[in-house]
């Protein structure tokens, strides 16, 4: 499948020549054409599958095929972070760059006054996060009235935020019939598909990226370690291995990035905190150093990294293991990004093993054990359990059966293809 078989106009398949894509991405080639065709999207995509472009495309392409002299924004992409939209708003850009579509975004961490300024001009793509547009909508300084496209990116992350009753109380203020898109890393467990049934019309699903198919560019390996002593004994060694050249380490929490931090510091690693509480000029502030290769180490939280999309993050490292697979596979992805290669580290101690069977669970599959030479484990570290199997076909068709019988759908409207 190339590009140009997805029937894009010229002025796209130009900027995505620019941006040196030579071919869809699995999750592009089976979004572009649905959304192309106005059907509802349900895609499970995890970062790093080259989401972002299937939803973008399809949003400029319908720009393009039906120029309207609106100034008010027709297409909504709602994320659950400002690093997130920001990125996604950069590839908005970037996308757009021969065609006449107008963009803006709309995040917290900034002054609203500014931002409602920024509303007086035209916009035909709206990126925001929930909490800030709901803030200026409440306002009156914006009009989703002529809102034809919702995109809604990570919706998982955005559930895990609380963020689900803002999108829809600013999905009460666009006209019912609009078409709908929902990317999740992960469909499971985490109340999606209930969400995504009051947005989405008989979505199509698309799973190209389902949560056991990680980018095959990431080699992960599991370290025990025995003690913190040990797991600060081994971070070392990863980072200053010649192999390494930007390390992005994972913390459960902001206390522990910080106190992370001022320990690679102590040892003469060039480091920095990456963490919520920051505000945001500090936040784009430490990123660039990261990313201009001024600090070897970012330390983040999960929040602080989402949506960091750098394509020269050799290491992953999880200092502390998550809690959840989804999370685990969130943080892998910040490697091994577009054509590259990366590795994703877990440090593990004994009280670790029932996270780390949960994400072999989730991963479907047993991660390598490495050990270090001279830093072996000392402690027997319980093998994990095997990896379960999936729950069966009929079981899981007998479950959908159930849950079929909820209330009706809010919105019902079919879609029809435009004529072309
Ligand atoms: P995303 O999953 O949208 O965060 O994209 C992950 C990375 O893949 C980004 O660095 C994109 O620039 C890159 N990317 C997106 N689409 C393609 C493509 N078709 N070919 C090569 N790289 C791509």
Known sequence: MTFEELEL????????????YHKPTPVQAETIPLMLMRQDVLACAATGTGKTAAFILPALQMLLDEPRHSTIPRVLIL????????????VVKQLSTHCRATSQIITGGFSSDQQMEKLQDPIDILVATPGRLL?????????LSEVELVIIDEADRMLDMGQGPDVNALLEAIPENFQGACFSATLAGTGIERFTSDILDDPALVEVDAPNQQSINVQQQVIFADSKAHKQALLKALITDESCQSALVFCNTKERAIELDLWLQSQKITSTALHGDLIQAKRLEKTKKF??????????????????????ITHVINYDLPHRGDIYIHRIGRTGRGQQMGVAYSLVESHDIP????IQYHVQAKLP????????????????????????????????KKSSKKPSKKKKTKKVRPAS
Do not use: C, W, Y
């Not at 994320?79 to 950069?90: C, G, I, N, V």
């Not at 803030?135 to 009009?143: E, H, L, R, V």
């Not at 990313?291 to 949506?307: C, E, F, N, T």
């Open 369 to 400: 054990v490495n050990t270090l030479p001279g830093l072996e484990a000392k402690t027997k570290v319980g093998q994990p359990i095997k990896a379960h199997k999936k729950p069966h076909k009929k079981k899981l068709a007998q479950k959908a």
């Open 9 to 20: 106009d010229t002025e796209l398949l130009a900027a995505i020549a620019e941006l040196h």
């Open 135 to 143: 803030n200026i909508m409440s306002k009156d300084f914006i009009d």
């Open 79 to 90: 994320a659950p972070t400002r690093e997130l939209a920001f990125q996604t708003h950069k």
């Open 355 to 358: 996270k780390l069977n949960r």
């Open 291 to 312: 990313m201009s290769g001024k600090v070897k180490v970012l330390v983040a939280s999960d929040i602080a990294a989402r949506g960091l999309d750098m394509l020269n």
